[in-house]
């Protein structure tokens, strides 16, 4: 059995190796998580509701951008969030 520790590394390099020049994926890692353990983070059911929202397929409510950008830098701009509620 892995330690904590060493299974948020192995779910950090499978990361890189899945979306290696993804912005958001990029940034995700920089702040210690994989997209799958940000949405967990964020309580989300899937990491793919952070995906909707990154492509602007649905639109993301401004509470959870800024709680973004608050644990992984990601700033709360039109331009990182095509859809974002309007404050």
């Given at each position: ?25 990029v ?5 210690g ?37 608050k644990?992984?830098?990601?700033a ?12």
């Open positions: 059995m892995l330690s904590p520790a060493v299974r948020k590394r192995k779910n950090l390099n499978i990361s890189e190796t899945q979306a290696p020049e993804d912005p958001f994926a940034a995700c890692r920089e702040a998580y994989s997209i799958r353990s940000l949405a967990k983070k964020l309580g989300f059911k899937s990491h793919g509701t952070l995906f909707n929202y990154l492509a602007g397929e649905r639109a993301v409510p401004r509470l959870v951008t800024k709680r973004i950008e644990l992984i830098g990601w709360d701009t039109d331009e990182h969030w095509p859809r974002r509620e309007p404050e």
